[in-house]
């Protein structure tokens, strides 16, 4: 059990992390700068996205789509829900500070970068052919082909 949910809670705690960062960076380098928190902001979801990105195609080598799309929904759940809930108080803010369109904006935006993080990731591995499924028929491939060839070349017995 520990086996499975301890990477969830450490990968989830990543993301949490690089949304801290970026908070703060936020806060203390560009406290009156509005557009470069945008930009903060940005380059924090660029950057959540490309670690789901990382972890679809890490795992989709290794493991069956329905094994690892479980976890991955898992940590981005969790990472979200810290992310919009517990995120703003390390900048000094509260949750609906700025209304509730601002707080399901944020959410629709984590979710929008994360998912689409995890398809960019996982239809890289499909196309470079690299994914469990392509070669799990690969391998099939080639012991159905083993298993066709003869195994020796044997004369014809027929005398002229």
């Keep these: 059990m520990r086996n499975r949910w301890l990477p969830v809670g450490v990968l989830a705690g990543v993301l ?8 703060l960076v936020g ?8 557009s470069a928190q945008d930009t ?6 660029i950057v959540i996205g490309l670690i789901t990105a990382v972890l679809a195609f890490r795992w989709g080598r290794a493991r ?11 940590i981005v759940t969790t990472a979200m829900l810290l992310t919009v809930l517990a995120g703003p108080f390390i900048s000094g ?11 399901f904006a944020q959410i629709w935006l984590y979710l929008g970068f994360t998912i689409g993080g995890a398809i960019l990731g996982y239809l890289v591995l499909m196309v ?14 080639e012991n159905r082909l083993a298993a066709a060839r003869p195994t020796k070349n044997r004369r014809s017995t027929i005398r002229r």
């Design 16 to 23: 949490f992390l690089v949304n801290v960062v970026a908070r």
């Design 27 to 34: 806060r203390f380098a560009f406290d009156d700068d509005l």
């Design 40 to 45: 903060v902001s940005t380059i924090m979801f």
């Design 64 to 74: 069956p789509l329905d094994s690892w799309s479980g976890d991955l929904v898992a």
């Design 93 to 103: 803010d509260s949750p609906f500070r700025n209304g509730a369109g601002a707080f």
């Design 128 to 141: 470079l052919g690299w994914d469990y499924r392509s070669q799990s028929l690969k391998r099939y491939e």
